[in-house]
């Protein structure tokens, strides 16, 4: 089933539309109980619970995933006397309950949740598929220049692609050969943390000394936002959740123009930041009508071999390599990675701009101009040679700190070089989707 988003005046932030539940004939008995098709939301989240337990009385933990994004990790803490009394030999089975309000600013705005539980180590089993939309939210015309989100992964030309863009006076990007300055990621996150559920409550109750403790602590169950009466639960969860986010993006907006102030750029239309795929750069596409957004990749299999080799290089292990145990297990993660990236591209792209690695690095001129065509801001060809010039001044001292191979042109298909035959056979299987998505071979 595939809703439309409710987008209308009054209609109900979060709107449920399928819930498909699983059948279980092995050693796990679950049930998620709520939501049900047709029922909203708790203002902007998600209402889930439900019970779950293991009949050999081994360990169980609720999962709570959007596509390849893990969302929440839950412990079964709900008394539940009923389940109790219909499994009396299990151990466990009095607190086999699980209740949450899943906050929904960060999902799409047609979503599909999968709740699973997990067995003793590693035994996943689907409890549930949960199908539901949110509402869009309203864009502020922004006092400062419009965020332009170069969405990317590590080792892909982000630095070279953040330098072109902070060179032109009409883009504003805080030095990026020396810093990483993502203001609207910044008051974003801030702002998504004071909209949560968690969060709002401590509005109510604040006697907490936790620090820090305006965040809130724990997953808020769905029963105590239930115990509110609805105006209470729109004044914590409603219209002042999409006030905070707008306010957000306005101070980012705001920052940059100070930001350009104190770089001598007097008419910035752009402030450029990268981003990572998820719910950051689709909430600014939301929030800020002018907003506009590049992705950048490279054949994933170099970014593999380029992390790689990177790790090498600094003597330890980063991108996520440090979380696993082997290079084929890191071979997995990116693919999850890669594949979110697509699922992006295919979500925005009809509004965005593709700049491949590969055409980067073979001639930043001609990408460059690309760019400046797209943001529609004149720029002449002599022009564009000039902004090259300097970003590649400003590159040059930096250059052996971040490359892996002494020439630009040899890190494009290293992968056939750097990695062990098997490494190679995986990863253009596991790539073989967003490859196909980005126009690679």
Avoid at 113 to 131: C, D, F, P, Q, Y
Avoid at 154 to 176: E, N
Avoid at 252 to 275: D, N, P, W
Wanted: aromatic share 6%; net charge negative; charged share 25%.
């Amino acid at each position: 089933m595939n809703a439309a988003p409710a987008s209308a005046v009054g209609a109900p932030a979060v709107q449920i539309h399928e819930v498909e539940l699983a059948e279980h004939d092995g050693r796990l008995h679950a049930k998620l109980e709520r939501p049900t098709a047709g029922e909203p939301g708790l203002g902007f989240c998600v209402p889930l619970s439900g019970w779950a337990l293991a009949r050999d009385d081994a360990p169980v933990r609720i999962e709570i995933a959007a596509g390849r994004q893990m969302l929440r990790r839950l412990a079964r803490r709900i008394e539940r006397p009923d389940i109790a009394a219909a499994f009396p030999d299990v151990r466990g089975a009095m607190r086999s309950g699980f209740s949450i309000a899943l906050d929904a600013v960060k999902l799409p705005r047609v979503f599909e949740l999968h709740i699973s539980a997990i067995v003793g180590e590693a035994e996943r089993t689907t409890i549930a598929r949960v199908r539901g939309s949110r509402r869009e939210l309203e864009p502020l015309p922004l006092d400062g220049p419009a965020p332009l989100m170069v969405t990317t992964l590590g080792r892909s030309g982000s630095t070279l692609m953040m330098t072109l863009l902070s060179v032109h006076p009409a883009i504003v990007a805080f030095r990026p050969v020396g810093y990483d300055s993502r203001p609207f990621a910044y008051q974003l996150e801030a702002a998504i943390g004071l909209a949560s559920a968690a969060s709002r409550m401590r509005l109510l109750d604040s006697t907490s000394r936790r620090e820090p403790w305006w965040l809130g602590g724990e997953p808020v169950p769905m029963e105590a936002l239930r115990a509110l009466d609805d105006p209470l639960r729109e004044l914590l969860l409603g219209a002042p959740v999409e006030r905070l986010l707008r306010s957000a993006v306005d101070q980012a907006a705001a920052f940059a123009r100070e930001l350009a102030a104190g770089e001598k750029q007097t008419e910035v239309r752009y402030a450029a930041e990268k981003s990572r795929s998820g719910h950051l750069p689709r909430l600014v596409s939301e929030l800020c009508a002018d907003s506009r957004e590049i992705f950048l990749v490279r054949d994933f299999r170099d970014v593999l071999a380029s992390m790689l080799a990177f790790n090498a290089k600094r003597g330890y292990a980063a991108f996520g390599r440090e979380h696993v145990d082997s290079d084929e297990q890191f071979v997995h993660q990116l693919a999850g990675v890669a594949e979110a990236l697509a699922a992006a591209w295919r979500e925005r792209g009809e509004n965005a701009l593709l700049v491949r690695y590969e055409e980067l690095v073979a001639d930043p001129a001609a990408m460059l101009a690309r760019v400046v065509d797209y943001l529609k801001l004149e720029s002449s060809a002599s022009e564009v040679g000039e902004l090259v010039d300097r970003a590649q001044a400003l590159l040059e001292r930096t250059r052996l700190q971040h490359r892996t191979v002494q020439q630009a042109s040899a890190s494009t298909g290293r992968w056939q070089a750097d990695l062990a035959p098997e490494l190679q056979e995986l990863a253009s299987e596991l790539f073989a989707g967003p490859l196909q998505e980005f126009g690679y071979a």
